[in-house]
């Protein structure tokens, strides 16, 4: 059986740096914003479809993002595990996520959003380097410790752009809390906290869920 978890929060909040850490012990990366970043990079029909969007920080519509998703769901294996980072976004989304739950018989194990203050994410996000070949992030620039590739930074992490992704957030996040909340699978961490602190919160989720 497939299982999954969604990680809900602003940028900047920590989800990619919990799903990479995750990832070591056999969870699946489902980031819909690195996949984009990869056509782009690819110069693909879709990275083409998308640039405007990503650069400015505006959502991908829904049925790019759709054909993005579903591509990538139909590759998985039945036993996969999976941290889906940056999707849902929407009510619309969320539902197409059911639609494949229902389908494949897949667990949601839990929805945990990532808390953290607008003003830490900005600093953080100013701060941010990620590997253009593998998505590794890190707060300092160098070298990629998997793949040896210069951190570089996301175009969309200026400030002006930064803000305006938070300020969505708060428009789209109630919500995903209410739609997780009603299906008594959503959970709240302080993302404020180390993340070896936050990693043994998600495991004692993940792992309780996975035996
Ligand atoms: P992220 O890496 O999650 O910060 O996403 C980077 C960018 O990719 C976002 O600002 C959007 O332009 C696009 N994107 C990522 N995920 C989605 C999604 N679920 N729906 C629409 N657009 C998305």
């Known amino acids: 059986m497939i299982r999954y978890v969604i990680f809900l929060g602003k940028p900047g ?20 914003g ?47 595990r999976i941290i889906f980072d940056g999707f849902p976004r929407s009510e619309n989304q969320a539902q197409l996520l059911e639609y494949w739950t229902e389908k494949t018989g ?22 941010r380097y990620y590997c253009p070949s593998c ?26 752009v930064i803000r305006k992704r938070l300020a969505d957030y708060e428009s789209y996040a109630p919500q995903l809390r209410t739609f997780y909340r009603r299906k008594g699978k959503y959970l709240a961490v302080d993302a404020t906290k180390k993340p070896s602190q936050i990693s043994k919160f998600l495991e004692s989720v993940m792992l309780r869920n996975d035996l």
């Open 106 to 127: 897949a667990l949601l194990v839990a929805a945990v959003e990532f808390f953290l203050p607008d003003d830490e994410a900005v600093r953080r996000l100013l701060n």
């Open 135 to 160: 998505g590794y992030v890190s707060n300092e620039p160098g070298l990629c410790p998997n793949d040896g590739s210069s951190l570089v930074k996301r175009t969309d992490d200026s400030e002006e």
């Open 13 to 32: 909040s920590g989800k990619g740096t919990q799903a990479q850490y995750f990832s070591r012990f056999g969870w699946i990366h489902l980031s819909t």
């Open 34 to 80: 690195e996949l984009f970043r990869r056509h782009l990079q690819e110069k693909t029909v879709l990275g083409s479809k998308v640039e405007q969007f990503v650069k400015r920080g505006d959502l991908v519509p829904d049925d790019v993002t759709f054909s993005l998703v579903e591509d990538f769901l139909t590759k998985v294996e039945p036993d996969s």
